[in-house]
């Protein structure tokens, strides 16, 4: 009967147990009860563990490598394990080890049961997995290793280790299909990472553990290798490199995330320093960083203030359309902006804007060329660009709009005028009032646009210019070189088996900059932007917002009031009736303006008071609150702000930081109002 038992643990069938798997009523007479409850443990035992090598059998004709990686790793664990335990208790029983056979003739299927009670939770655990796994009719990798990993975290010290073993040997799996992409390019055509044309992460190719940095990195690197055996350039990844970019691989597996994201950055870093060195040319970078601040920081100023004019022609067209089409504004629509705004302007024949570039510069799917490896090198700056971008479209964007509405109350000052003479027309008791809200609007609209002038005026000349000029002579700037960097600026880059020149027009003797140094100077120039720009302090990020909310209030106010701050002579309520003094329209209107006035002031002193106190009290150092701005928080993005700066720039940086805050600071006082009002503690008057 024992070697029944231990047959039926092997995974045979016996007349012991009936089909439903029950013990056979024949032998129950037999049996004492607790013999009899041992008998029917053993045989779910066997029960799971005949499922279990079913299971599979059936899966492990999947296509999927990853399943067939997991089922033949289940059948070694059972193997070593489980079955020699089956074998080993049989060999225990006939050499009589007094552990299993009691007085030398009698074996207890307690005993039995005893050996065999530490499988219990594990071949449970495993059949509640492997019916998972049948579910499914297509597992991909990254949802597979995340619930083997899900159910390694359980606190049966077994059941953890043999589920860590599954999810280990998928990810090795894993692996081997993340280090041809990475080292050779190489796609697979069953179960692949990425798309083979555009290569966009395939949903379910990425277990969670993965970061979105390591991912984008990933789609990066592959990307740059198999582009360049693609064109088959002469130059190519040398094998040496390839040989340690596999090594590296072998060390690591996602489930720690830390050291896997350690050599993904390593790997990005040393494919970006080859593609420095053997792909780009002085020229490409030049023409980068130039485009860069071109359409980012919107140094071209006729082609930034089309593109707003077109995307709000585009947003009110959307808003105000009729027709049964969609309301949203789909990504050719912006395309379609950007060519219509580079119209009629320098832009109109820029590569990067008529392919467009510009759109998706930070994709991980538009076309490999030196302006997107640029901007892909500083992925991880793109929120520092978005933030920088969305400030200064905004300012000048209010800033226009501000000139905008000036314009509009000028023509109809002077249109009232032909028909008012000098006054303002209406009652004598209307006529004061009327020339007080008339005075009153165009103050507001004056102090707001002498502000925005002076603040885009120091953005755009002190900041964004002074800083763009610094970096390019820096980049320009003979450098100590490391061995590795380019020692030529008048050589040749080899493409598609010919060679291009790189500058013929710089000097062949200067020391080119690597790509570390690269790297870090175009760190402390965002930095510097980012600072200069005032992005980064919390309190004054937090008090521009409402300035500029002010001022689109205002202006969006005397639209509504079709262009004029005053009402015209013969509109309903302009003018005085029965006891009033005052007509209503114009009351209104001057409650309005006035309250407009208040809160501008109210923030403009605020403002100046913030910029002087923090010159005077607090360092300059970005590391501190960058990632605390209103404008940043907007963006959703404070953790890669606040990751990107970088430490311990010196006394030098923080002294020309304060010089631009200084300027700006002149800027403002330049007649001395706000000192004086200071000082005095006067009020500000509204009418």
């Known amino acids: 009967m024992i070697a029944e038992v231990l047959l039926v643990l092997a995974g045979h069938s016996s007349s012991l147990f009936t089909s439903d798997h029950n013990l056979h009523p024949s032998f129950r007479p037999l049996l004492h009860p607790g013999e009899e409850k041992c008998l029917q443990v053993l045989c779910q035992i066997a029960l799971s563990y005949r499922k279990i090598k079913q299971a599979c059998e059936s899966v492990s004709r999947s296509r999927s490598r990853y399943v067939c990686a997991l089922c033949a790793t289940l059948n070694q664990i059972l193997k070593d394990d489980y079955e020699s335990l089956v074998v080993d208790t049989e060999a225990k029983i006939l050499r009589r080890d007094p552990d299993l056979v009691g007085q030398g003739f009698f074996v207890p299927l307690a005993a039995v049961r005893a050996t065999f009670a530490e499988w219990d939770a594990p071949l449970a655990s495993l059949e509640s997995l492997m019916t998972q796994v049948e579910s499914e009719d297509q597992w991909k990798p990254g949802p597979l290793i995340d619930m083997l990993l899900s159910r390694s975290k359980t606190g049966v010290h077994r059941i953890a280790d043999i589920m860590s073993s599954l999810a280990v040997a998928v990810q090795r799996t894993w692996r081997g299909q993340l280090a041809a992409f990475l080292v050779h390019g190489s796609l697979s055509p069953i179960d692949p990472l990425t798309s083979s044309d555009s290569y966009i992460l395939v949903e379910g190719a990425m277990p969670s553990c993965v970061s979105q940095q390591a991912?984008?990195?990933?789609?990066?690197?592959?990307?740059?290798?198999?582009?360049?055996?693609?064109?088959?350039?002469?130059?190519?990844?040398?094998?040496?490199?390839?040989?340690?970019?596999?090594?590296?691989?072998?060390?690591?597996?996602?489930?720690?995330?830390?050291?896997?994201?350690?050599?993904?950055?390593?790997?990005?870093?040393?494919?970006?320093?080859?593609?420095?060195?053997?792909?780009?040319?002085?020229?490409?970078?030049?023409?980068?960083?130039?485009?860069?601040?071109?359409?980012?920081?919107?140094?071209?100023?006729?082609?930034?203030?089309?593109?707003?004019?077109?995307?709000?022609?585009?947003?009110?067209?959307?808003?105000?359309?009729r027709s049964g089409g969609t309301s949203l504004i789909r990504e050719q629509d912006l395309n379609l902006a950007l060519l219509r705004a580079s119209l009629g302007t320098t832009a109109q024949h820029d590569p990067i804007v008529v392919a467009p570039q510009i759109s998706d510069a930070f994709r991980t799917d538009s076309a490999f060329t030196p302006f997107s490896w640029l901007t892909k090198h500083f992925h991880r700056r793109r929120p520092i660009y978005s933030a920088l971008f969305n400030y200064l479209s905004s300012l000048r964007k209010t800033h226009t709009r501000i000139h905008t509405c000036w314009t509009s109350l000028s023509n109809a000052q002077r249109a009232r005028r032909r028909w008012t003479g000098l006054g303002e027309g209406g009652t004598t008791e209307d006529l004061e009032v009327r020339k007080q809200l008339l005075r009153c609007g165009w103050g507001v609209v004056r102090d707001m646009g002498w502000f925005l002038d002076n603040l885009l005026g120091y953005v755009m000349v002190d900041v964004v210019d002074v800083e763009f000029r610094q970096f390019r002579e820096l980049l320009n700037k003979p450098q100590h070189a490391r061995s590795e960097s380019i020692g030529r600026t008048g050589g040749t880059t080899a493409h598609n088996g010919g060679s291009t020149s790189a500058d013929a027009g710089t000097n062949t003797d200067r020391t080119l900059i690597d790509f570390t140094t690269l790297r870090n100077l175009h760190t402390t120039y965002l930095e510097r932007l980012v600072t200069g720009c005032l992005l980064w302090h919390p309190t004054l990020a937090a008090i521009l917002r409402p300035i500029f909310e002010v001022c689109e209030r205002f202006v969006a106010q005397i639209e509504r009031w079709g262009g004029d701050v005053l009402p015209a002579l013969l509109f309903e309520g302009s003018l005085a009736a029965g006891d009033n003094k005052v007509g209503a329209m114009v009351q209104e209107r001057l409650q309005v303006v006035s309250e407009i006035n208040r809160s501008l002031h109210t923030l403009l002193d605020a403002f100046y008071e913030q910029l002087s106190l923090f010159t005077s009290q607090q360092p300059f150092t970005a590391t501190a609150d960058a990632s605390k701005s209103i404008l940043m928080t907007s963006t959703g993005n404070q953790t890669a702000l606040q990751r990107t700066f970088v430490k311990g720039k010196g006394t030098e940086w923080g002294g020309d930081v304060r010089r631009h805050v200084e300027r700006l600071l002149l800027r403002l006082d330049l007649n001395g109002s706000f000192s004086m009002r200071r000082l005095s503690g006067g009020e500000v008057d509204v009418g």
Do not use: M
């Not at 340690?244 to 950055?265: C, G, M, R, W």
């Not at 080859?274 to 490409?284: A, C």
């Open 215 to 321: 991912r984008e990195s990933i789609v990066y690197v592959g990307r740059a290798i198999a582009t360049v055996k693609k064109k088959k350039w002469e130059s190519q990844i040398p094998r040496e490199q390839a040989l340690q970019h596999a090594n590296l691989l072998d060390t690591v597996l996602p489930e720690d995330q830390y050291k896997f994201d350690l050599v993904i950055s390593q790997i990005r870093t040393n494919v970006s320093e080859w593609l420095w060195l053997n792909v780009l040319t002085r020229k490409d970078v030049e023409e980068s960083v130039v485009s860069l601040a071109n359409y980012f920081l919107l140094r071209n100023g006729e082609f930034s203030l089309a593109l707003i004019r077109d995307l709000e022609h585009l947003k009110i067209s959307r808003l105000t359309t």
